[in-house]
């Protein structure tokens, strides 16, 4: 079935500095989704990227969509105490919109 | 906020026993989902539900059963609870045709 990788599983970084985490599919995507989970919390929605190569900005944080359809990133510039939480891709198995199938997930930690 | 409420929020109870976990939305969505969140391995999928009385099994479905008699409950029960099934369990719905998932605020599930 479907495998969906993330690495790194943890980061450490200081306050300002930037942080990226990676996404890779055993299988071409339809469409890529981002999550974030503060600690002690529920995942929450953070965007879908839907065409091949596309880039998407929030403030802060840059999502991109491989050539591919198989692999993604999140990149946070100028990390901030707040961005602090577990971050999970997740992407449809075969044609199955409606299902997902998530990241492992990489947890991100900021020292002020 | 997606209106999705989960009950218990926290349970303790034994092996053996029978546990049944209420998932509620009070949007009539269609799509219910049931996940299971453990250290290192992400969001893994037990059983989704396409409407009343329509479900099916995810990746983790063994010792799982659910029920859907009304759009807006989504029930998932543990038979005879094992000491495996420990974990946070997240109920998730979509809206519409929108593939982006809303997840509840979880159920913290420990089996002694």
């Known amino acids: 079935g479907q495998q969906v990788m993330q690495i790194p599983q943890y980061q450490h970084v200081q306050e300002g500095e930037d942080f990226t985490t990676y996404c890779n599919s055993s299988?071409?995507?339809?469409?890529i989704q981002w999550y974030k989970q503060r600690p002690g919390g529920h995942p929450v929605f953070l965007i879908q990227l839907v065409k091949s190569g596309e880039v998407k900005k929030q403030k802060r944080l840059t999502f991109q969509f491989g050539e591919a359809k198989k692999n993604s990133s999140l990149h946070i510039t100028a990390t901030q105490t707040t961005d602090v939480g577990t971050y999970f891709c997740a992407g449809p198995p075969g044609n199955a919109g409606n299902m997902l199938t998530f990241g492992g997930g990489t947890r991100l930690m900021v020292k002020p | 906020d997606a209106g999705i409420t989960q009950s218990p929020r926290h349970k303790v109870t034994e092996t053996g026993t029978p546990v049944t976990l209420r998932c509620h939305q009070t949007?009539?969505?269609?799509?219910m989902y049931w996940y299971r969140q453990d250290p290192g391995h992400g969001l893994r999928l037990i059983h989704y539900s396409y409407g009343v009385k329509d479900t099916d099994k995810g990746e983790v479905s063994d010792g799982y059963s659910v029920s859907r008699s009304k759009t807006e409950d989504f029930l998932l029960t543990l038979e005879s609870a094992t000491s495996s099934q420990t974990s946070v369990y997240f109920c998730a719905i979509t809206k519409g045709s929108s593939y982006e998932q809303y997840f509840g605020p979880g159920t913290r599930l420990t089996v002694t």
């Open positions: 949007e009539n969505h269609r799509y």
């Open positions: 299988t071409t995507l339809s469409n």
